[in-house]
């Protein structure tokens, strides 16, 4: 059915059994799994973490968020049989969604498969997941993993 899935996955949007449904959904027919984590190009002024005000330089920046997004991926990795497929791609993109659907077509990727929120309501209305973004300007199929 696909060949190929891109995973987009951030510090909290995709568990176990999400992973876990992606991997079975490529198992299936042997397709190979893309992971993707979407970086602001703009750094903050400062980090949580920091008790200074000094601003933080671009290529600090980007250094910060490298390896955020490695240990993200060694920890997805971890949970994934060794048998599967799977690439990583981190990005830079000013827009969440627009960043995982332009990395879905650079790498060729035949479906998204996402993590909703579930949010309904004003809260649904206010905060709009990056996953109905996605599903509204992507050409590509969206699957949309039960959490």
Same mark, same amino acid.
């Given at each position: 059915m696909f060949k190929h899935l891109l995973a987009p996955i951030s510090g909290d949007s995709i568990t176990k059994s999400e992973l876990n449904q992606v991997v079975s959904l490529a198992s299936k027919d042997s397709a190979k799994i893309t992971l993707v984590y979407v970086s602001d190009p703009i750094g903050p002024y400062m980090y949580a973490d920091s008790t200074s005000s000094i601003v933080?330089?671009?290529? %600090?920046?980007q250094k910060a968020c490298n390896e955020f997004a490695k240990k993200l991926f060694d920890k997805a990795r971890a949970q994934i049989p060794a048998e599967v497929l799977i690439d990583t791609v981190h990005v830079f993109h000013p827009n969440i969604a627009d960043?995982?659907?332009?990395?879905?077509?650079?790498?060729?990727?035949?479906?998204i498969?996402?993590?909703s929120h579930k949010r309904s309501g004003l809260k649904g209305l206010f905060?709009?997941? %990056?996953s109905h973004e996605v599903i509204l300007h992507s050409h590509l199929p969206v699957l949309v993993l039960n959490a």
């Open positions: 933080i330089s671009e290529q %600090e920046h960043g995982i659907i332009d990395t879905a077509k650079s790498v060729g990727a035949d479906v498969c996402m993590v905060l709009r997941s %990056e």
